[in-house]
């Protein structure tokens, strides 16, 4: 009994340190985000060329809207190209692209019969991009109008690898998808923050951006993991560089059922994993700093799981130190006061957060999912289970009153 104690303790003490690490970044984010202070888009004249690339397969429904998004961004059009790695599609992907490309020079589609992963099929391509920066979006994403602006106002300044956040585009569909809203709140909370703290903003794979020749210097994308985005910012941060946060952002579909959502999850859960353990070498000879904060960064899995077991082993911990009545007492008002914090940012972001916040008490079930999602995926990575590269099915559903209402 005394050895089960006090390893719920020490997994407690584990699990609170690593809570105050989260915490201290969101924290840190909803000041900077939530200030008043705004960045000036660049002077005409300072604008570097940026490549946007879009690996595409199987996208019929939504590549016509992007290509709709990227001729109203406000760059200008001989500074900028877009570049369309079509995969072996069996729709009419490939049709529809060169339709959209006949009448717009900026515009180029490759075709390849099948790279086999958006990380191989950019690849193929590195070499043909003309731009001195490389900006990463999907097919589904509609990008801010600023987006490029933003991008070119970072470089400008000395970054040379760039993250931004997204937003839901299809919140009204379904209850996952609303549920979304909140984790995409807390995504740009948390790399606002991990930027201003001088930690590495973790790539997001349907928005960041990068020198294409420091690409290049590092071999392009790794093929063959399941989160290319999340191995490159292992990688990067085991060489001392962190990717910066810019505030600009692309709406994106979000899984629209249970189904959808948890495939995407594990996806993403067991790429963390790998990511770690491909880089372990690399991570042990970097700074201390940015080894340590990857390794928190990308083992959520492992802690998801040891939380866990926490849960399991708390009570006979508790015994030792306070009466369950008033454990449940203490885990209410603790849930109760970072709801009420949450909602309360939500509403000082003003827009349709504002009008989302009443929905804050959902971030409970979410978290639940997402539990159980990491859980599963961690004992998929134990049995090294097959890695197939499957992007998530995208809604063509738009919330035209959410679109209206963005900040």
Wanted: charged share 20%; aromatic share 10%.
């Amino acid at each position: 009994m005394f050895i089960l104690q006090l390893l719920s303790m020490v997994l407690g003490t584990l699990l609170s340190l690593y809570s105050i690490y989260w915490g201290l970044t969101i924290v840190t984010g909803g000041i900077e985000v939530l200030g008043d202070g705004k960045d000036d888009p660049p002077e005409p004249g300072a604008f570097p060329t940026i490549s946007v690339a879009v690996a595409v397969r199987n996208e019929e429904d939504v590549v016509g809207r992007l290509v709709d998004a990227l001729e109203r961004l406000e760059y200008p059009k001989d500074r900028f190209e877009a570049v369309f790695v079509e995969d072996g599609s069996t729709d009419r992907t490939l049709e529809k692209l060169r339709e959209l490309a006949s009448s717009r020079s900026w515009m180029h589609i490759y075709h390849l019969r099948r790279a086999g992963s958006k990380a191989a099929a950019l690849n193929r391509v590195m070499n043909r991009l003309k731009g001195d920066l490389i900006y990463v979006v999907d097919a589904d994403t509609i990008p801010e109008e600023k987006a490029l602006l933003k991008i070119a106002k970072m470089y400008s300044s000395g970054s040379r690898a760039m993250a931004g956040y997204y937003r839901i585009l299809n919140a009204r569909e379904g209850f996952v998808p609303r549920m979304i809203v909140f984790e995409e709140f807390l995504w740009r909370l948390m790399c606002a923050g991990r930027s201003r703290l001088g930690l590495a903003c973790p790539l997001p794979g349907f928005n960041f951006a990068i020198e294409r020749r420091f690409l290049m210097d590092l071999g392009g994308f790794k093929e063959g993991v399941l989160a290319e985005d999340a191995e490159l910012t292992v990688r990067l941060a085991s060489m001392g560089v962190r990717p910066a946060f810019f505030d600009g952002y692309v709406w994106l579909s979000a899984p629209a059922s249970m189904r959808g959502l948890f495939k995407q999850r594990i996806r993403w859960y067991r790429g963390y994993l790998d990511s770690l353990l491909s880089n372990a070498r690399r991570l042990v000879s970097a700074p201390l700093k940015h080894s340590l904060d990857m390794t928190l960064l990308f083992s959520s899995p492992i802690f998801t799981l040891l939380g866990l077991v926490n849960i399991v082993l708390a009570p006979l911990a508790l015994q030792a130190l306070i009466t369950p009545p008033l454990a449940v007492l203490f885990a209410v008002a603790a849930a109760l006061i970072v709801l009420s914090a949450f909602s309360y940012a939500m509403r000082r972001a003003g827009g349709y957060y504002a009008r989302d916040s009443m929905f804050t008490p959902m971030i409970i079930p979410y978290g639940l999912l997402l539990t159980a999602a990491a859980t599963i995926a961690v004992f998929k990575h134990l049995f090294r289970s097959k890695r197939v590269w499957e992007r998530t099915k995208h809604s063509t559903y738009v919330d035209v009153p959410r679109l209206s209402r963005a900040t």
